[in-house]
């Protein structure tokens, strides 16, 4: 265990190394944030739903904020793959899906949080309406810490899921494009999951990628009451285990049939 | 013309490197129908929630979605030296060698990309086009084909005018700039929507900076007889202009940046 918070720690440490990309990726996710805010206020000024604008720009701007949970990945890893260097990974006292999974963690943990901290001040500041309002009750903020925890477990098993493929097919754009795609309509990036049709929502929040921003948006904006959050915890709790199982076995599988591209 | 063959005839080398590795190719393919689709997608999750956005009805949001989708993605099918590779060359040093041949680098640049999984996401824009425009009950004639085409080809120069940008920054410092994205793909999120539902600032930033306005929503609203604005005929005609103007001046601006490139030596 000591060898994998190490192996996160240095992790974190590199990641805060990238200040000047930080920067130029908030300001290019405030400014989609915006537009999206504009868009909805637009459709809302027709026709008023039930969920009200307010919690829509909230979910917006978290969504935005944590952005780089999604897609941040360790394209060391993706190298090594391609060029064979994993086989030395191979020869390493700990387990390698493990050693992965807490890099991939620590990079997208300090990714994402040195985003989301300075957006949601800037995201605070907007006019009412326009930026995030603050969560429903203290209860449902402290509610939605864990979940978003359980939603970055997820997310990196989802991304281990991911590499797995790309051990088999060595390229990583088919099978990856094809997944983060998929992960970017159904976890609410495109559309907040809310405004989907009410019959499609319960399909889809039982679904992994609702667990990865989704359930932890709606315990802050109330839409999932604090008493619910059990219940939320126990799903995404549930796709944490199967995921990270998953993966593990794919991994496992491929470690067997490796192929070590000569050179 | 001797440039013109020499594009097509680059650009289908290209091509048939591409296809190498079918399977790769088609899964990759079929990525882009995924992410295009999905689009399309919220965009009718959208329209079926709430019917209608300032005005336009569903059928006319669609129409210009497939206006957008179809120009930015024949843009990258076409562009694709300009709109993803530019970067990579810089920093590789593959400018270099464009650089002692007796052709223009831009030409090189345009000869050296092409991005044929794209032509999904053209296929969707279509799609959406078609329904779009029978969902309007647009009655098509001759200048409306022709101010279609003319808001296709102007957007799509408009496009590579702001790529552009990203590449002249990528000379000067030799990583790419994120923040360019913000105007590019920004402007494709933005603009799939009518320029008219949108707060001043973010209006003019796209008439006057990067005026999809005037390339792409001016020409689409008078085909569907709805003109933005209620301006005037000849502005559908006169308007997306601009999609060249910008491109020109971005190419000039190009070239005098090309004079400070220097080599990364690799």
Same mark, same amino acid.
């Given at each position: 265990?000591?060898?994998?918070?190490?192996?996160?720690?240095?992790?974190?440490?590199?990641?805060?190394?990238?200040?000047?990309?930080?920067?130029?990726?908030?300001?290019c996710q405030m400014f989609f944030g915006l537009i999206l805010v504009a868009l909805y206020?637009a459709?809302?000024?027709?026709?008023?739903?039930?969920?009200?604008?307010?919690?829509?720009?909230?979910?917006v701007?978290?969504q935005q904020?944590?952005f780089?949970?999604?897609?941040?990945?360790?394209?060391?890893?993706?190298?090594?793959?391609?060029?064979?260097?994993?086989?030395?990974?191979?020869?390493?006292?700990?387990?390698?899906?493990?050693?992965?999974?807490?890099?991939?963690?620590?990079?997208?943990?300090?990714?994402?949080?040195?985003?989301?901290?300075?957006?949601?001040?800037?995201?605070?500041?907007?006019?009412?309406?326009?930026?995030?309002?603050?969560?429903?009750?203290?209860?449902?903020?402290?509610?939605?810490?864990?979940?978003?925890?359980?939603?970055?477990?997820?997310?990196?098993?989802?991304?281990?899921?991911?590499?797995?493929?790309?051990?088999?097919?060595?390229?990583?754009?088919?099978?990856?494009?094809?997944?983060?795609?998929?992960?970017m309509t159904?976890?609410?990036n495109l559309l907040?999951?809310?405004?989907?049709?009410?019959?499609?929502?319960?399909?889809?929040?039982?679904?992994?990628?609702?667990?990865?921003?989704?359930?932890?948006?709606?315990?802050?904006?109330?839409?999932?009451?604090?008493?619910?959050?059990?219940?939320?915890?126990?799903?995404?709790?549930?796709?944490?285990?199967?995921?990270?199982?998953?993966?593990?076995?794919?991994?496992?599988?491929?470690?067997?049939?490796?192929?070590?591209?000569?050179? | 013309?001797?440039?013109?063959?020499?594009?097509?005839?680059?650009?289908?080398?290209?091509?048939?490197?591409?296809?190498?590795?079918?399977?790769?190719?088609?899964?990759?393919?079929?990525?882009?129908?995924?992410m295009e689709?999905g689009e399309m997608?919220v965009v009718?999750?959208i329209?079926?929630?709430?019917?209608?956005?300032?005005?336009?009805?569903?059928?006319?949001l669609?129409?210009f979605f497939?206006m957008m989708s179809?120009s930015f993605y024949?843009?990258?099918?076409?562009?694709?030296?300009?709109?993803?590779?530019?970067?990579?060359?810089?920093?590789?040093?593959?400018?270099?060698?464009?650089?002692?041949?007796?052709?223009?680098?831009?030409?090189?640049?345009?000869?050296?990309?092409?991005?044929?999984?794209?032509?999904?996401c053209?296929?969707?824009g279509? =799609?959406?086009? #078609? /329904?779009?425009?029978? *969902?309007? !009950?647009?009655?098509?004639?001759?200048?409306? +084909?022709?101010? $279609?085409?003319?808001?296709?080809?102007?957007?799509?120069?408009?496009i590579?005018?702001l790529?552009?940008?990203?590449?002249?920054?990528?000379?000067?410092?030799?990583?790419?700039?994120?923040?360019v994205n913000a105007i590019t793909y920004g402007g494709r999120s933005a603009c799939q929507y009518p320029i008219?539902i949108y707060?001043?600032?973010l209006?003019?930033l796209f008439?006057?900076?990067a005026?999809f306005?005037?390339?792409l929503?001016?020409? =689409?609203?008078? #085909? /569907?007889?709805?003109? *933005?604005? !209620?301006?005037?005929?000849?502005?559908?005609? +006169?308007?997306? $202009?601009?999609?060249?103007?910008?491109?020109?001046?971005?190419?000039?601006?190009?070239?005098?940046?090309?004079?400070?490139?220097?080599?990364?030596?690799?």
């Open positions: 265990m000591r060898a994998y918070l190490s192996v996160f720690k240095m992790r974190l440490r590199m990641e805060l190394q990238y200040r000047g990309a930080m920067i130029g990726g908030i300001l206020r459709l809302y000024a027709g026709k008023p739903q039930s969920v009200p604008i307010e919690s829509v720009a909230t979910y701007w978290l904020a944590f780089r949970m999604m897609v941040a990945s360790d394209s060391e890893l993706l190298d090594k793959i391609r060029s064979g260097d994993i086989s030395y990974d191979l020869c390493r006292p700990v387990n390698m899906y493990g050693f992965y999974y807490a890099r991939v963690m620590a990079q997208k943990l300090m990714g994402s949080v040195m985003r989301a901290v300075p957006m949601l001040i800037m995201a605070f500041l907007l006019p009412k309406g326009w930026g995030i309002t603050l969560p429903s009750s203290f209860s449902g903020f402290l509610a939605c810490i864990p979940a978003l925890a359980l939603g970055l477990f997820c997310m990196c098993a989802l991304e281990n899921i991911t590499v797995a493929f790309t051990m088999r097919t060595l390229d990583p754009r088919g099978m990856q494009g094809l997944l983060n795609l998929l992960m159904l976890s609410g907040p999951l809310n405004l989907f049709p009410a019959s499609w929502q319960k399909v889809i929040t039982f679904f992994p990628y609702a667990q990865l921003l989704d359930a932890p948006i709606r315990l802050y904006t109330g839409e999932y009451i604090p008493a619910d959050a059990f219940r939320v915890y126990v799903l995404q709790a549930f796709w944490v285990v199967v995921l990270i199982s998953l993966g593990a076995a794919m991994w496992n599988a491929n470690r067997k049939r490796m192929i070590v591209q000569g050179g | 013309m001797d440039i013109f063959r020499l594009y097509t005839k680059s650009i289908g080398m290209l091509l048939k490197s591409h296809l190498q590795y079918t399977s790769s190719f088609i899964m990759q393919t079929l990525a882009q129908l995924v689709g997608m009718i999750l329209v079926d929630r709430f019917e209608s956005l300032k005005g336009w009805t569903g059928g006319n669609y129409f497939g179809v024949l843009t990258e099918l076409f562009g694709r030296g300009i709109t993803g590779d530019f970067p990579m060359m810089v920093r590789t040093g593959r400018l270099d060698t464009f650089l002692v041949r007796p052709r223009g680098v831009l030409t090189q640049v345009l000869c050296g990309g092409t991005d044929p999984r794209r032509i999904t053209i296929a969707v279509v =799609a959406a086009l #078609i /329904m779009g425009s029978r *969902l309007s !009950g647009i009655s098509w004639n001759l200048l409306k +084909v022709f101010v $279609l085409v003319e808001s296709i080809a102007m957007s799509m120069l408009l590579l005018g790529f552009m940008i990203e590449a002249i920054f990528s000379i000067f410092s030799v990583k790419s700039v994120e923040l008219d707060p001043t600032p209006r003019a008439t006057v900076i005026p306005a005037l390339t929503h001016v020409p =689409a609203s008078w #085909i /569907m007889d709805k003109p *933005l604005y !209620g301006w005037p005929t000849w502005t559908a005609f +006169v308007t997306p $202009l601009s999609g060249a103007v910008v491109f020109i001046f971005m190419t000039v601006m190009f070239h005098l940046a090309l004079r400070h490139y220097r080599s990364t030596g690799s």
